[in-house]
């Protein structure tokens, strides 16, 4: 079954702090993740897609790394601010599949001052 | 232009009522896709419409539940006979070309269905 694993499932950092969220996938064939964050009460917004080709892919203080050996992406924040709190949720595609996408759990940050 | 418009916002029903949900993509866009997701869990795939036809509905409960997507207007999520379980956000997603293509989708802001 294909299978997408966040982790922490939530997090509380100080403003200005970095922070790193992990994702597990096994989806398979597959064809790109994506980073959305979902603010509560909201629709997700994207912040990055990559391919299986691409190792990174950064959008503004938001940097995600792709390793397609180990099926492990991560999100980095720099800096963090508190408009910054909200779900971060790693979704992953299947190679051929027009429709599905496999979405995790999400990780709740909580930035604090 | 406007993104993914939703509407409404919160719907609540009683048991046993009809539920329709209302989605229009953004502009230019032809591919639809329906998603639900239930307190503390992920959004799960329901549905993908394109104009005027079902692609995928694999996700889509065999019972009670049907999505169209006209022509003209918007695409409807209808839930009839609507049960406690079915309370949960209604999220939809429009895109231009298919989401495997690595393109990004937009979703709307929701629609959250209550039952009581």
């Known amino acids: 079954k294909n299978q997408v694993e966040q982790s922490p499932q939530s997090l509380i950092i100080l403003e200005g702090k970095n922070c790193t969220l992990q994702c597990n996938y096994t989806v398979s064939p597959f064809s790109n993740l994506r980073w959305y964050k979902q603010d509560t009460g909201r629709g997700p917004v994207s912040l990055t897609i990559m391919t299986f080709s691409e190792n990174t892919k950064s959008n503004g203080r938001y940097t995600a790394t792709l390793d397609a050996d180990t099926k492990q992406s991560s999100l980095h924040i720099t800096a963090s601010q508190l408009s910054d709190s909200a779900s971060y949720i790693c979704?992953?595609?299947?190679?051929?599949?027009?429709?599905?996408?496999?979405f995790g759990t999400g990780t709740r940050l909580q930035v604090t001052l | 232009n406007a993104g993914v418009m939703q509407n409404p916002r919160h719907l609540v029903r009683r048991r046993g009522q009809e539920a329709r949900l209302r989605c229009s993509p953004m502009?230019?866009?032809?591919?639809v896709y329906w998603y639900r997701q239930l307190p503390e869990e992920g959004l799960k795939f329901m549905v993908y419409l394109q104009k005027e036809n079902i692609i995928d509905e694999s996700g889509m409960p065999k019972e009670r539940f049907s999505a169209e997507f006209p022509k003209e207007g918007p695409s409807i999520l209808r839930i009839q006979q609507v049960v406690r379980g079915d309370s949960a956000a209604y999220f939809c997603a429009s895109s231009p070309i298919p989401t495997d293509s690595g393109n990004t989708i937009y979703f709307g802001e929701g629609s959250w269905l209550t039952v009581v």
């Open positions: 502009k230019g866009h032809s591919h």
């Open positions: 979704v992953v595609s299947f190679t051929g599949t027009a429709s599905k996408l496999t």
